[in-house]
């Protein structure tokens, strides 16, 4: 009796964890009675393609690929066959399993997101005006464009939208025509993103057989890195032996090849239905390369000048394993400290996690010379049922990040000596909730010690990186000294945002632009700074930067030295480089003094 096909499925899930020359002969045999098997359920074939997925990002054998690049090229029509069938497809439309080839999809986008998803793929991107129910912001906003609209907007009840839309756009399609409108505004880039935003347009697109797809998004890389032997697991990792190895080269790449990495990482978001301000708003002048072996490369970029955040340096990044997409990568910070968001998508999350974390680690270290990690809440569960699930403020704890309250490391410890006492010991989601309560942090050498140096290379001088190795930590398994109270555990910037506002409700009747004017008039004066020399990008943050630095009691007694330099700070931050901006932050301990006493809780 041949074996039934949820024993096969079962069978190639566990090939997964399998290596070796007869372990890629039985998954070959296994592929090739998949591939003339009848799917009639969608699980199943759900089932068929994240195994496939996933063993072209960590194959047995190279001769593997061409057989699961034949079938994930052929999956559209298994789709089509499903859904001639009538068969429900709503499993694909899932958080963690969207994207397939010959689905469609549907969501609500930002204004530069749906702008490039309509230039992407055109013809294959409407409106779902049968799930619209924001009419009223169409009053808002397509008066601007659609002339005498006021006449019906403004006083009738039942406004007939599309009969307006249709009469002023022609022939062309309605979010094209929209997209066009919106872009020829008078208004800054944020407000246009802003006026359309507040439509809240939900897109609906369809995937058919495109690379665009999570099933074909992957590219053959130069070299496969093949499987023979088994995966690295976490507890095979120490993040402080792969911190302490020399610094990953980083290769600045070309305009062109950033345009790429960034215009790809768009597509392997959309496509799982996440948007992230860096993978939407990526400078693709800032991109650089780290190839990091066993098929490992990553890219990492920053934010023009335009969308920079107020205070903090950003950079956002992405993995391919063998030309696969496998994670995205967010860090924020200031001075030596940054926060670190790292995200595998579900289909990898067996394949060599803690030895990828920590290889994003390195090169981040490389990149912004920071020396305090930190992991924010919502990374290991505030909020976030899935990180909870997962159980990931355990991930972050056996690679030896610390609490940042004391009360709960301690809380941790006690956990720690019940998993020692029975190994059979889970931590309960109650617990775990309260564990999520505060950031983890895994910090290098004090800020005493000289920043970290560090350079990027242009694609035609890929020298080795020059960065000044700190001394780490010993973090193995359990946390021998965690010490209390440290720099960074009660610091935030909405902190120093929320005295800002407190400031401007305080002594300026809630108004913000009085409160912006003065802070430039009071910081300049206390700067000795002319504005009249610094460009709109400049002038910006300059404001920005004022309304915190006027709660610096004794800003005017700074030395000249320390004035001066907290002004090329601020111009640095509107500069082509962010990361030079960040390093300047490092070296310039007056200013992180006042950022750590303004933005820590007391």
Not at 23 to 52: M, Y
Not at 228 to 253: D, F, G, N, Y
Not at 296 to 320: D, E, I, K
Not at 401 to 429: H, M, V, W
Request: proline share 5%; charged share 25%; with cysteine.
């Amino acid at each position: 009796m041949p074996p039934t096909l949820d024993a096969m499925l079962i069978r190639l899930e566990a090939a997964k964890s399998r290596f070796g020359q007869r372990a890629a002969a039985e998954t070959k045999a296994l592929l090739d009675a998949l591939s003339g098997r009848t799917f009639g359920d969608a699980k199943s074939l759900l089932r068929f393609h994240e195994a496939l997925l996933f063993l072209r990002a960590f194959p047995q054998s190279s001769s593997l690929v061409s057989q699961i690049e034949k079938l994930l090229n052929t999956f559209h029509e298994r789709i089509g066959r499903l859904r001639d069938l009538g068969i429900d497809m709503s499993v694909f439309d899932d958080f963690d399993t969207s994207g397939v080839a010959g689905t469609k999809m549907q969501d609500t986008l930002n204004f530069e997101a749906a702008r490039w998803l309509a230039r992407r793929i055109p013809n294959k991107v409407e409106i779902a005006w049968d799930d619209y129910e924001e009419e009223r912001a169409m009053g808002s906003t397509w008066p601007r464009f659609i002339p005498l609209l006021e006449e019906d907007s403004d006083v009738e009840a039942n406004v007939p939208w599309r009969r307006w839309l249709n009469s002023a756009k022609g022939r062309e399609p309605d979010l094209e025509w929209l997209i066009r409108r919106f872009e020829r505004l008078p208004v800054s880039e944020r407000e246009r993103a802003e006026l359309y935003d507040s439509l809240r347009l939900p897109l609906r697109w369809h995937l058919d057989n495109l690379k665009f797809s999570r099933t074909r998004n992957w590219t053959r890389p130069r070299q496969l890195f093949v499987h023979s032997e088994p995966l690295i697991v976490r507890s095979q990792v120490s993040l402080a032996h792969e911190l302490a190895q020399p610094p990953p080269r980083l290769t600045k790449l070309p305009l062109r090849e950033g345009e790429f990495v960034t215009h790809t990482v768009r597509e392997v978001m959309s496509v799982r239905y996440r948007e992230l301000y860096g993978t939407t708003l990526g400078d693709p002048r800032s991109v650089v390369r780290a190839t990091l072996g066993r098929g490992v490369v990553m890219h990492f970029w920053n934010l023009p000048a335009a969308r920079r955040l107020p205070l903090r340096a950003y950079v956002a990044g992405f993995t391919v394993k063998n030309g696969v997409p496998v994670n995205y990568i967010e860090a924020i910070g200031l001075c030596e400290w940054i926060e670190v968001g790292f995200n595998t998508f579900y289909t990898y999350r067996q394949g060599e996690t803690a030895w990828i974390y920590a290889q994003a680690l390195r090169c981040l270290r490389a990149l912004t010379g920071a020396n305090t990690i930190s992991v924010y809440p919502y990374q290991i569960g505030q909020n976030n049922d899935e990180a909870i699930d997962s159980g990931a403020f355990w991930f972050y704890r056996k690679l030896g990040f610390c609490s940042g309250s004391e009360d709960l490391e301690q809380l941790a410890r006690r956990e720690e000596q019940k998993i020692a006492a029975n190994p059979r010991y889970r931590t309960a989601k109650k617990t775990l909730k309260r564990l999520a309560e505060a950031h983890m942090f895994y910090e290098l050498d004090s800020i005493g010690s000289s920043a970290a140096k560090a350079g990027v290379h242009s694609a035609s001088r890929a020298a080795r990186l020059e960065v000044v190795p700190f001394p780490i930590q010993p973090a193995n398994g359990a946390i021998e000294a965690a010490r209390f109270p440290r720099s960074w555990d009660t610091f935030s910037t909405r902190n120093l945002g929320l005295r800002v506002n407190r400031r401007m409700a305080r002594e300026f009747g809630g108004d913000s632009g009085s409160l912006r004017d003065a802070s430039v008039a009071e910081v300049s004066r206390a700067l000795g700074i002319n504005l009249s020399g610094w460009n709109s990008a400049e002038r910006q943050a300059f404001g920005n930067w004022s309304m915190v630095l006027a709660l610096i009691p004794d800003l005017r007694g700074w030395s000249l030295q320390e004035k001066q330099r907290a002004a090329k700070i601020i111009r640095a931050q509107a500069g082509s480089n962010e990361m030079r901006y960040l390093r300047m932050t490092q070296g310039d301990l007056r200013l992180r003094e006042e950022l750590l006493r303004l933005g820590s809780k007391p």
